[in-house]
């Protein structure tokens, strides 16, 4: 939580009655045994026992403590922190250091290292490899399960439950805690063996070295460790050969609070290996509270940027602003990762209306439900403090491809510039057909090869010219046989089949769309042909998609154009709305197709678009208009 250095207000002196409180409420939440001891004779009976309670009050909060409130931030996306600080001094008035800290919406005080090094066993110490605590904990990582380590034929502290504050030692100095965190599962239950168990045992607040150790009143610098603490259960044997078959085998064992360090291939001293993982953090799937985090951070990054970039009172922010708009104008270009993993589904909310709602209830927006189910943003507020305390991270680089130096047509230099693929592209659709057993082998080959129209006609003469007894040379009819009236007229009579087998004649013409036509003889499939193309396309059941394009009215008199099914088609939504846009001059988003399968995504841009669309924009990505159905809602319906 300290990795940064953290806004302190001006101190304050605590008052004797709250230090009190404060002290009883510690020894209460902790449940610290106050001692006791007899009286001695001649004392009062009554009059040790308070001594004694007095004292263990000093020793946790000193006579000198003083408060301040403060505000840092913590964790990978630097997420704001506030709450309290105790700076009181075990050594002298020079000395004043930080002891306790409170922080988010509990009333816990959370000791640091220097209250540990003077009051022992008043929470739980787990133990945990020398080169751990150096080259991950002192970094900012949370302890993960395959990291503690214990001696044989002991038991972890059963105080060390799910949300436990705990202290952390390493094997050499063993009851020295040098690191304070919060147990994220109940490490009392934890067997013996670690090996292979996965997650995050304690997830780290302060330890020695960070802002919080460094931090004085006058001047700065930390005060080193003592070699040793009494008081402190350390471990009694040497452990070395209990941890030696422990294994960190990949990221997850230790995450750091930035994100995640890898490990050097190595073996430690105490025969721990430590393989190199370098390159798997950003692959990885991230927990859930991850892809939240990330979420939440990209929109104050958003209104961060907005801010530091227009003027008010509105900056730049055209509302209402639409769920598709937040995604691909707020959230998706700044998220801190951008893989598959980051998506709205793998969030908590599942959907941006719930997202939407989240940021509501954090008082960072306002929004309003619309008829039809629709959420959408009417203000923002940048004075937040989440958004002006908010500090910007390092956006990943977009993934370039290579592209080739010479170039003689002005598309493929646009398409190569803006990185989208399909400007330029040729497209052919093809439908093709799988024959049912009916048909095989009397007049197609195979029930697995596919046939063009073509072939099936080619097949359909060939039957003929072979039987000469129905009559087709030259006959703008022939005969039926038992195949035709059966198989083929009689696997889904219609009125006119039932005709045609009472005349015993049917027209060449009929009896092969007849043949096409019937889904019990001729499955169709669909062929999306692109040129260049990168690789063998393969049929799809069913007819040939169509890019659909609707527009409709929104609040009024608010025309918008909405296109989707763009992907059957190598269209990236997300790279045709910004040149929408442009070429509109007006905004253009792409989001969650409304009712759509996930992943499908619409494009929504203001005004009467077709004509951009059909005529250039679609066009120069080798769509031909009757592949696009056009649906014009605002006209009024005929009564």
Not at 64 to 81: E, I
Not at 198 to 227: F, M, T, Y
Not at 349 to 368: G, P, T, V, Y
């Amino acid at each position: 939580m300290f990795k940064k250095r953290p806004e302190i207000k001006n101190l304050s002196p605590l008052r004797t009655s709250d230090r009190r409180k404060l002290a009883d409420q510690i020894i209460q939440d902790y449940r610290i045994q106050v001692p006791s001891q007899e009286p001695a004779a001649g004392d009062d009976a009554a009059a040790s026992p308070a001594v004694t309670l007095s004292s263990l009050r000093n020793s946790l909060l000193p006579e000198s403590t003083s408060s301040a409130r403060f505000t840092t931030t913590s964790g990978p996306n630097h997420t704001l922190v506030s709450g309290t600080l105790y700076v009181g001094t075990h050594h002298g008035p020079q000395d004043e250091r930080i002891l306790w800290f409170q922080y988010g919406k509990s009333a816990r005080l959370v000791p640091t290292v220097y209250t540990l090094w003077q009051n022992p066993n008043i929470i739980p110490l787990l133990h945990t490899p020398e080169f751990v605590v150096e080259e991950k904990l002192s970094h900012g990582s949370d302890l993960m399960i395959p990291g503690l380590v214990k001696a044989k034929g002991t038991a972890w502290d059963s105080r060390a439950i799910t949300g436990a504050v705990v202290a952390v030692a390493g094997i050499s100095r063993d009851t020295v805690p040098l690191w304070v965190g919060t147990c994220d599962l109940d490490v009392s239950k934890l067997g013996d063996d670690l090996r292979g168990q996965k997650g995050i045992a304690v997830k780290g607040l302060h330890w020695a070295g960070d802002e919080a150790w460094s931090w004085r009143p006058i001047g700065n610098g930390g005060q080193e460790a003592p070699e040793s603490v009494d008081g402190w259960k350390g471990l009694t044997q040497d452990v070395t050969s209990s941890i030696g078959d422990v294994s960190l085998k990949n990221d997850e064992d230790f995450q750091n609070e930035d994100g995640g360090a890898p490990l050097d291939s190595a073996v430690s001293s105490h025969g721990i290996v430590k393989e190199d993982i370098a390159g798997e953090a950003e692959e990885r799937e991230p927990t859930t509270k991850e892809v939240d985090d990330a979420f939440h951070q990209a929109f104050l990054f958003a209104v961060h940027k907005a801010k530091a970039s227009a003027s008010g009172p509105r900056y730049g922010f055209d509302f209402p602003i639409q769920p598709s708009q937040l995604m691909s104008n707020m959230i998706q270009p700044h998220l801190r990762v951008q893989n598959q993993h980051y998506n709205i589904k793998k969030t908590s909310w599942k959907n941006m209306k719930k997202f939407i709602k989240h940021l509501d209830k954090e008082k960072l927006l306002k929004s309003k439900d619309r008829s039809g189910g629709e959420t959408v943003i009417l203000d923002i507020d940048f004075d937040d403090v989440q958004v002006t305390s908010f500090r910007p991270y390092t956006l990943p680089k977009p993934k370039t491809t290579p592209t080739t130096t010479t170039q003689s047509e002005a598309e493929p230099s646009a398409s190569s510039s803006s990185g989208d693929s399909s400007i330029g592209q040729k497209i052919n659709i093809q439908t093709v057909y799988r024959a049912s057993s009916k048909l095989v082998p009397t007049l197609l080959a195979s029930k697995t090869e596919f046939y063009t129209a073509q072939q099936i006609s080619a097949a359909l003469k060939t039957y003929i010219e072979q039987h000469p007894e129905l009559g087709g040379q030259g006959a703008a009819s022939i005969k039926l046989d038992p195949f035709i009236a059966n198989d083929i007229l009689g696997s889904n009579p219609s009125p006119e089949d039932n005709r045609a087998i009472a005349a015993g004649r049917i027209a060449k013409g009929a009896l092969q769309k007849r043949i096409l036509e019937d889904t019990r003889l001729c499955q169709p499939y669909h062929l999306i042909v692109r040129t260049p193309s990168v690789s063998e396309p393969k049929p799809k059941s069913g007819p040939a998609p169509q890019i659909h394009m609707s527009i409709e009215k929104r609040t009024g008199t608010k025309v918008i154009t909405k296109v989707w099914n763009l992907e059957p088609f190598f269209i990236d939504p997300q790279l045709l709305a910004p040149e929408l846009q442009k070429k509109c001059a007006g905004s253009a988003s792409a989001g969650q197709l409304t009712g759509g399968k996930p992943g499908l995504l619409e494009v929504v841009v203001q005004g009467d678009q077709r004509k951009i669309l059909l005529g250039d924009v679609l066009a120069k990505r080798g769509i031909d208009a009757k592949w696009v159905d056009v649906v014009d809602k605002t006209k009024s319906k005929k009564k």
